[in-house]
């Protein structure tokens, strides 16, 4: 996670800050070994926080959120990291085929938004929804199916309680997959306008956009 690496910058640069100040404390100004030693945690506490200010600046800068806004999307990244691994842990339990594709399809969606928001966290507010719902709901009714396949004793009711779980964890599929879309839709707007950009100077410069082995020759033949 982003948070360990900006703690493990920030204890590597105070360390040296530490051993630093003692020897400065201790030799430059000629404070007792304890005394300098004291005096040496309070400026690596000092320096800690001060690096970790700046740390929070850049994280500011650089995805464009506010401290309190990267740590609620940091907690609801590590929330759903121990969902993704109880997902895992259930889609191994089945015994149809049918139905461990479609856990296993279940555990791809949600672990590719996972990522993806991970990578750009702002991207978070474009799928609020699987994070505070629909992933919850995923690992409920995949818990669910699992205790009812593994009951010895297959009796009617138990019968229909595994069917209507089938249509609902397929609805739950097509609506992960509508949050994928959803995450990825300003990256493939984004690409669109690059596409229609490059294919405006192109014409401006009087060369057609070819496709993949396709010479100019080629597209002259296609044209006439």
Do not use: C
Not at 6 to 19: A, D, G, K, T, V
Not at 52 to 80: C, D, M, P, W
Not at 104 to 116: C, T
Request: glycine share 4%; charged share 25%.
């Amino acid at each position: 996670m982003i948070d360990v690496k900006y703690f493990i910058i920030r204890h590597l640069l105070s360390i040296p800050i530490f051993f630093g100040s003692w020897i400065a404390f201790q030799s430059g100004l000629g404070i007792h070994f304890t005394l300098a030693g004291l005096f040496s945690i309070g400026t690596y506490a000092l320096s800690n926080q001060l690096i970790k200010v700046v740390q929070s600046r850049l994280i500011v800068s650089k995805y464009g959120l506010t401290i309190a806004e990267f740590r609620h999307i940091n907690t609801q990244l590590k929330e759903a990291k121990i969902k993704l691994k109880q997902l895992n842990g259930y889609y191994m339990k089945v015994r149809s085929i049918r139905a461990f594709k479609q856990l296993f399809e279940m555990n791809r969606l949600a672990k590719r938004i996972v990522q993806i928001v991970k990578t750009e966290p702002k991207k978070f507010y474009q799928v609020e929804s699987f994070f505070y719902a629909h992933l919850e709901t995923a690992v409920e009714l995949t818990s669910k199916y699992t205790l009812l396949v593994s009951q010895p004793v297959k009796a009617y009711d138990v019968q229909i309680a595994l069917q209507d779980t089938r249509e609902t964890l397929l609805e739950i599929n097509e609506v992960m997959e509508h949050d994928l879309r959803q995450v990825l839709s300003s990256d493939i707007e984004h690409l669109k306008m690059e596409l229609d950009f490059a294919k405006i100077s192109l014409r401006k410069q009087g060369t057609p956009l070819l496709l993949k082995g396709e010479t100019l020759d080629d597209r002259k033949s296609i044209d006439s």
